[in-house]
């Protein structure tokens, strides 16, 4: 089993930053890649952005591409979302998951492991 427990949420003028963290443990590694996907009220879970834990390479949504950063501290077993220039659509509850898949899926069902979510607000 892997736990995972996100935190840095919180509510920020549009053009601001967050950064959010994604703390796992019950594995020496939470999982062959991590994700960050987010869920606005009355809308479906989207994926933001996933990471390799292997080899670090990362890929990203086109709506984020330039403004987010997906990155992983191994020896801290923590995964991370540096938000830049944050707009108010980005407003959503924002969770991490952790899949065994050995490729960056974009794909809810391809995550094992969730977390609880952590809120960002975006104000205009």
């Known amino acids: 089993q892997v736990q995972l427990v996100e935190s840095g949420g919180g509510l920020v003028q549009a053009g601001g930053s967050l950064r959010l963290s994604c703390a796992a443990s019950?594995?020496?590694?939470?999982?062959?890649?991590m994700a960050w996907f987010r869920q606005a009220p009355g809308k479906e879970r989207e994926f933001r952005a996933g990471?390799?834990?292997?080899?670090?390479?990362?890929y990203y949504a086109d709506s984020v591409k330039g403004r987010f950063t997906v990155s992983r501290d191994s020896a801290k077993n923590t995964l991370y979302l540096q938000m830049n220039s944050l707009k108010p659509e980005d407003t959503a509850v924002y969770y991490c998951?952790?899949?065994?898949?050995?490729?960056?899926?974009?794909?809810?069902?391809?995550?094992?492991?969730w977390g609880q979510g952590t809120q960002v607000t975006v104000s205009s």
């Open positions: 998951a952790a899949g065994l898949t050995v490729y960056i899926s974009t794909d809810r069902r391809s995550y094992t492991y």
């Open positions: 019950g594995r020496t590694r939470p999982g062959a890649t």
């Open positions: 990471i390799r834990w292997n080899d670090g390479s990362t």
